[in-house]
């Protein structure tokens, strides 16, 4: 494949790690383009979850890409093929580009089905086992914009061996070589692009290794893959990418596979990544919970007169992220169904009369016509309405995250947004300062009403918000 | 006593059908009308805008599941079921009698009212007219209805004429208990069974309240079709012209058609909605199982005539993969079950307004069934007792 068409513009590297640009010429025409440091529209076959055009359309500033999975798609093989037109056309999909990967980010596969020629996939009628040569029938069938080359990506799992990490580099890089000539033998994918995948697990020179080779092959960008959310912990998942980086070459764009969580995208971009999987707002949506973590940086705390911002430190050793859903402050890593610090758990109670928006000033369609205590009984009657709203509040929150992080990487702000994230706890409710220090009201909204988890807080004043 | 008022817009010169205009508070509503039943303030998986945008008018809440959950307080603190929905045209609802029935493991019947013990915390709930009154006027719905003593139409014997005298005597309750007869229309039901005795007793007592409309109840139950149309024909031809008659639960195309020829004016039925999260879609000629093997790679629309967003968008082999994908497959058929009914009925009152429902209703029933002696006789019948005579 000559250059592809493809092409990273980078505006602003910052502290040579940082990127902030855009990716243009997508599609097939090429007059698409995407903001980076950005995320991919997630949809489960082509549909964002609970929503129709119409309901998706209240959201502004929707996503150019729609990642589609072959999880989704495989299974229907043989149906694309009799419709012949490709999968955008089958899906409805007029205005947007496709980006195919082989996982869903939201679904985590059973391990132990990869061989040396084959990786699976889990269709709604069971397990799908692909070839190369099968995986790229059924990328000729759905015709993509661009995919990712079929990798062998079981190595999330902690206590990898360091055999089992180097096949997962070779095998991804053969399946590289192998669907590369396929592709470029084929009519029916020209103007459609490859991304290779970086694997390694949590192997420096497996990664640089992997990181090297794959740079050598014509491929329009790199996939991340094995740095799930729960596979690592962040300190090592942010050395392992920058040690990739420092192999890639600066033009091509970083899509990072399975991250999703605002404070691993935030630590993921300042290490070099410049495209996110969109599903976290999807699983927020799926337990029930509203984002709600502020992103405001044009807040800025260091206002004269007002007391300046608590900051509340984590204790690095202990790991613990308050939220996690353990007073005791135990880590429960790799648990993407656990609710996080970052949104509001609808279910309770609490929200029983609480008629204010989901988010004050949020501007999607569910905080302009609903309110908690709307949502509330709608999850509490199990209706499908709820589904629906959240999952437009969640995309829209998340879309606003990652434009908030564009701008403060222009701006040099992300200093502030990091700060935000980490006092994201006292956005949600209200604080009252007592005289001899302050309510712990930060661990009521966990629900954890005067238990205190195992985190050192050092905290000057709460700032108040609204 | 205040409206709605029921203004009458065209009468078929052949059988008994109307097209009326109902000015009721929130926007009129146009005649013959289907009403998409959301029984607990949300149609299910569609946004209220979504429902506007399909046209519809008025659509349905129940007292007995608001009424437990979330509960009238809550409600009324969110201004009414109207504010709580967020719902800017109509409302009609129900009292909680027809959960006497479908939920009568449940319930009890005495004068007082009907005691429900709640499936939730097993806690008992006494609901009388006065409370259901009193919830629904918390819920602040245009059309409320009263309490009835409803019994299957299954149900023969002393019973159906105890519930139908009791009926009466609830009907005076709700109208004293009503709050607020200004700003909602309470409409009584008539009950009786299949008894034509019983129902015409029910409707020489209820037609001398002074209500703003009337609905036919305890039908559309399981019982014989031969029955059913025979007591909403009696019904109506009783039932007062100037005030709109309400078939509740009946929701069928054909039934539809059929009892606007018999002279109703409103319906109601779960059917359409509950039958599309299923994956079944209505169409003109009956119904398409969608998630059946033989749509898969079916790449038509579910009805190429068929304005509605879903069929403007999606193929019969694209909403059949995504039920193996997502939830949202049972919303695009909600969208398009609801759009099918609103459409069905604004057809047919535009062929009441221009003079030619009979033909309307010929072309209907060769549309819906292969062949003339596939025609229900029950619907034969019925037209012809109206003057419609089919092939």
Known sequence: ?466 | EAGPNCNSVAECPVTKARACDLILPHSAVSTPVFMPVGTQGTLKGITVDQLDGLGCQICLGNTYHLGMRPGPDLIEKANGLHGFMNWKKNLLTDSGGFQMVSLVELSEVNEEGVKFKSPYDGKEILLSPEKSISIQNSLGSDIMMQLDDVVSSTVTGPRVEEAMHRSIRWLDRCIAANKNPDKQNLFAIIQGGLNADLRKACLDEMTQRNVPGFAIGGLSGGEEKDDFWRMVTLSTDHLPREKPRYLMGVGYAVDLVVCVALGCDMFDCVFPTRTARFGSALVPWGSLQVKHKQYAKDFQPIDPDCPCPTCKRHSRAYLHALFKSDTSAMHHITIHNIAYQLTLMRSVRQSIVDGRFPEFIRSFMKQMFPSPDQYPSWAVDALASVNVTLE
């Open chain 1, 1 to 466: 494949m000559a250059g592809s068409r493809i092409k990273l513009e980078l505006s602003r590297v910052v502290q040579g790690e940082s990127r902030l640009g855009v990716l243009k010429g997508l599609g097939r025409t090429g007059q698409h383009c995407l903001e980076v440091p950005g995320c991919l529209l997630y949809s489960h076959l082509g549909t964002v979850p609970h929503l129709t055009q119409d309901t998706l359309h209240t959201l502004k500033n929707i996503p150019a890409v729609t990642q589609v999975t072959l999880s989704s798609v495989a299974e229907h093989q043989e149906v694309l093929q009799e419709f012949k037109g490709g999968f955008k056309k089958f899906a409805g999909l007029h205005d947007t580009v496709v980006y195919c990967s082989l996982h869903d980010p939201a679904a985590l596969c059973p391990p132990g089905y990869t061989t040396n020629k084959t990786v699976s996939v889990w269709g709604s009628g069971g397990r799908i086992e692909l070839t190369v040569a099968k995986f790229m029938a059924i990328q000729k069938t759905i015709q993509p914009d661009w995919y990712q080359s079929m990798a062998d990506g079981e190595t999330w799992q902690s206590n990898t061996s360091r055999k089992r990490l180097r096949k997962s580099v070779d095998r991804t890089l053969a399946h590289l070589d192998e669907c590369l000539t396929i592709h470029q033998n084929s009519q029916d994918l020209q103007g459609v692009e490859v991304f290779g995948v970086v694997e390694g697990g949590d192997i420096l020179e497996e990664r640089a290794r992997s990181a090297r080779e794959t740079a050598k092959r014509p491929v329009a960008g790199f996939c991340l893959d094995g740095f799930q959310t729960g596979s690592m912990d962040q300190t090592l998942r942010t050395q392992l990418i920058k040690a990739i980086a420092k192999e890639l070459p600066e033009d091509k764009p970083r899509l990072l596979q399975g991250v999703g969580r605002p404070d691993e995208v935030l630590a993921c971009v300042e290490a070099g990544v410049d495209l996110f999987e969109g599903f976290f707002p999807f699983q927020v949506t799926e337990r029930g919970c509203a984002l709600s973590f502020s992103f405001d940086i044009s807040l800025d705390p260091e206002r004269a007169g007002r007391a300046p911002p608590a900051v509340l430190e984590l204790n690095d050793d202990e790991t613990c992220r308050a939220g996690e859903g353990q007073p005791n402050g135990e880590v429960t890593d790799g648990d993407q169904t656990q609710m996080t610090s970052f949104e509001i758990n609808l279910k309770d109670k609490r929200y029983h009369d609480d008629f204010r928006p989901l988010v004050e000033g949020c501007g999607c369609y569910c905080c302009v016509n609903h309110q908690r205590a709307y949502l509330h009984h709608l999850l509490v009657t199990n209706e499908l309405l709820a589904g629906v709203l959240l999952m437009i509040h969640n995309t829209a929150h998340y879309i606003g995250f990652f434009s908030t992080l564009r701008e403060a990487l222009a701006n040099d702000k992300l200093d502030l947004l990091k700060r935000r994230q980490v006092i994201l706890i006292a956005t949600s409710f209200s604080v009252t300062v007592t005289p001899d220090g302050f309510e712990s009201a930060a661990l009521s909204h966990l629900g954890m009403e005067s238990k205190h988890p195992r985190v050192k807080i050092n905290m000057t004043l709460i700032w108040l918000q609204e």
